[in-house]
Every structure is written in C-alpha cells, then in structure tokens.
C-alpha cells in the first residue's frame, strides 16, 4: 500500500492555501482558499496566458468616460476583480484581495478603498464572505480593519511580523492574519550568519508564539503561516489553522511522501502559561520599534509591495495609451 503524500496529511489538519495568482497551478493543487498581493498579480499579469484579463480591465477602463488618476483607479481595481473572480471559480473557499500599500498609514482611506472592492465584487455577484480584504499589519491597518469587520468586511492583516502586531489584529477582531515565516527566518540568518532549521527557526517560533497566545486566550482570529522557504518550515507549523504555500512548496509536499505530525494543537497551548499583552496605541509603537526585525521587515514589505503597485500602473498605463 503506497505511502500517503505529505500534502495530504497535512490537509487533515490544516486549511492549505494556494500563494500564487496561477490558475492553472491552483487547480494542481486544490487548495482550499487562495492569496494574491502586487507583486503576484504583476507577475501573473506580466504572463501571456492571463493577459487577457489586463486587456479586459483596460478595455472596460477607456469605455468609462474616467481619464487620468480615477481612470487608472478604475483599471488596477477591475484587475484585482477580476483575477479574484478567476480565483473563486476554482478555491471552495476564500481570495484575498490587497488595498494598496500606498495607503498603509491611511486608515480612512483604506477603508475607503476595501468597501469599493467590496463593492465591485458584490455587484460582479460575488458575496463579501468569500473575500478578504488584505491590510499590512500598521496601527493604522488594524484600526482600518476594526472598522471593516464591523461591516462584514472580513480582513486579511499581512506583513506581520511580531506578537505586538499580532494581539492588536486579534483584540480588534480581525478574521485573519498571515505571519510572514521566511522573511523573519531572512532577517535573522543575514543579522545572525547562522543557518536555521526545524523548530529553532525563528519564524516557526514567531507563529508558535502567536498561535499558543491566541488558543490560550480565546481569540477567533485565524492563524496563516505564510512567506515559507522550505517544507521544513511547513511541516514545523503542522496543524496552524491555515498555511499559504507557493506552487513550489506545494509540489514538493504532494510529492513526498512520510509522516506529518501535528505539532501545533489547540488543547495543548490551552494549558501552556502565557503572559496576556496589553495593548493601546503608544505600547503597540513601543513594542514594535523595539523589534528592529519587525520594523525593517514590515517598513520593507510596504514599500515592496507600493513598487510592485506602481510597475502595473506603469503596465497599464502603456497599454491605455497604446
């Protein structure tokens, strides 16, 4: 009897989810919700096989009567629309959809721009429970996001980096977040010059810390590992509500087989002694700046994402002029 696929196991205990904007990859895989942000969709819309999508978004763009700055809002926001709904054809589950990092110290006009794309999915026929909203983990974006979920506008708080940033999202109720295991794991092997593994790597411990924190205390706000460099890392995670996982890793897990242990458990972090974070504004910025990883890597994952948003600006904006 043939040995079962680590990718199956997994699944027993965990919601996997596809981190790519390729649909064909999405079908591989069958996960069970799938992540976007800038710099996937650029890449995705960079393809010949998607293209068409851009040229949909830019066609429908030029017949709107906009011009300038509420013209190219229009086209980048159909786009995500429109990748999104793609997305929901093959996913049983959820897309995330990102507001532009541009904003992430804007908590109206992130607001602002999460309600219009609830907007425009809602009026393509594609209800808000099925879309979260992606908002990088800022006092500004939680706050942003507390406002939102009071609406229905369930929420996705991304580039998250330390537990401060994770009890401000759970204490404002938000539906998720997605600790980032790899670029912590980054920061700490170029900082250290040491090479990490299995559960001494610090990335696998952030998400730990944050998970055992939120099932000792109760909170709903779901767990997603993301941002992973290995299987290793995955496998280490076992068990965390969600994990998103790039295509590659992906391959690698259906393809192995072995054991999955669950090594993160619910009941087991119940009895585990925690110290409960208090938190307002002024010790979540205390707390934040005194973790320089946290601060470089969430600083340097907005203006990432803000230059990915620009390149596909610049992508549409020649082909509106073309």
Same mark, same amino acid.
């Given at each position: !009897?043939?040995? /079962?696929? #680590?990718?199956?196991? *997994?699944?027993?205990?965990?919601?996997?989810?596809?981190?790519?904007?390729?649909?064909?990859? !999405?079908?591989?895989?069958?996960?069970?919700?799938?992540?976007?942000?800038?710099? @996937?969709?650029?890449?995705?819309?960079?393809?010949?096989?998607?293209?068409?999508?851009?040229?949909?978004?830019?066609?429908?763009?030029?017949?709107?009567? *906009?011009?300038?700055?509420?013209?190219?809002?229009?086209?980048?926001?159909?786009?995500?629309?429109?990748?999104?709904?793609?997305?929901?054809?093959?996913?049983?589950?959820?897309?995330?959809?990102?507001?532009?990092?541009?904003?992430?110290?804007?908590?109206?006009?992130?607001?602002?721009? /999460?309600?219009?794309?609830?907007?425009?999915?809602?009026?393509?026929?594609?209800?808000?429970?099925?879309?979260?909203?992606?908002?990088?983990?800022?006092?500004?974006?939680?706050?942003?996001?507390?406002?939102?979920?009071?609406?229905?506008?369930?929420?996705?708080?991304?580039?998250?980096?330390?537990?401060?940033?994770?009890?401000?999202?759970?204490? /404002?109720?938000? #539906? +998720?977040?997605?600790?980032?295991? %790899?670029?912590?794991?980054?920061?700490?092997?170029?900082?250290?010059?040491?090479?990490?593994? %299995? /559960?001494?790597?610090?990335?696998?411990?952030?998400?730990?810390?944050?998970?055992?924190?939120?099932?000792?205390? %109760?909170?709903?706000?779901?767990?997603?590992?993301?941002?992973?460099?290995?299987?290793?890392?995955? *496998?280490?995670?076992?068990?965390?509500?969600?994990?998103?996982?790039?295509?590659?890793?992906?391959?690698?897990?259906?393809?192995?087989? %072995?054991?999955?242990?669950?090594?993160?458990?619910?009941?087991?972090?119940?009895?585990?002694?925690?110290?409960?974070?208090? *938190?307002?504004?002024?010790?979540?910025?205390?707390?934040?700046?005194?973790?320089?990883?946290?601060?470089?890597?969430?600083?340097?994952?907005?203006?990432?994402?803000?230059?990915?948003?620009?390149?596909?600006?610049? @992508?549409?904006?020649?082909? +509106?002029?073309?």
């Amino acid at each position: !009897m043939p040995s /079962a696929k #680590q990718l199956d196991l *997994l699944k027993e205990f965990t919601k996997v989810v596809a981190d790519t904007g390729d649909f064909g990859l !999405m079908e591989d895989y069958q996960p069970q919700d799938a992540t976007t942000n800038p710099s @996937l969709i650029l890449k995705a819309a960079q393809q010949e096989a998607y293209r068409y999508l851009v040229e949909q978004a830019v066609d429908e763009g030029r017949e709107s009567g *906009l011009s300038g700055s509420a013209q190219m809002e229009s086209v980048i926001d159909r786009i995500l629309i429109l990748f999104g709904k793609k997305i929901l054809g093959i996913v049983p589950g959820r897309v995330s959809t990102e507001t532009d990092a541009r904003l992430s110290f804007d908590t109206d006009g992130t607001v602002a721009k /999460a309600r219009q794309l609830i907007d425009l999915y809602e009026n393509d026929g594609i209800p808000r429970e099925r879309v979260l909203i992606k908002i990088a983990s800022t006092w500004e974006g939680i706050r942003a996001a507390e406002i939102l979920e009071k609406e229905g506008i369930h929420c996705n708080l991304t580039l998250l980096f330390s537990l401060c940033q994770a009890v401000a999202c759970a204490e /404002a109720k938000v #539906q +998720l977040i997605s600790p980032f295991v %790899g670029r912590i794991y980054d920061w700490y092997k170029a900082d250290t010059g040491k090479e990490y593994s %299995g /559960a001494d790597d610090p990335g696998v411990q952030s998400v730990n810390e944050i998970y055992n924190y939120y099932k000792k205390f %109760g909170y709903e706000t779901e767990v997603m590992g993301a941002s992973f460099r290995n299987t290793g890392q995955i *496998l280490e995670l076992a068990g965390c509500d969600l994990l998103t996982i790039s295509p590659d890793l992906l391959e690698e897990l259906q393809n192995s087989e %072995g054991e999955v242990p669950r090594k993160l458990d619910p009941a087991a972090a119940k009895s585990m002694e925690i110290e409960k974070l208090e *938190l307002d504004e002024k010790a979540f910025r205390y707390l934040l700046n005194e973790d320089a990883m946290a601060t470089e890597k969430t600083a340097e994952g907005i203006r990432k994402f803000a230059a990915d948003m620009v390149k596909l600006e610049d @992508l549409v904006r020649e082909m +509106l002029e073309g």
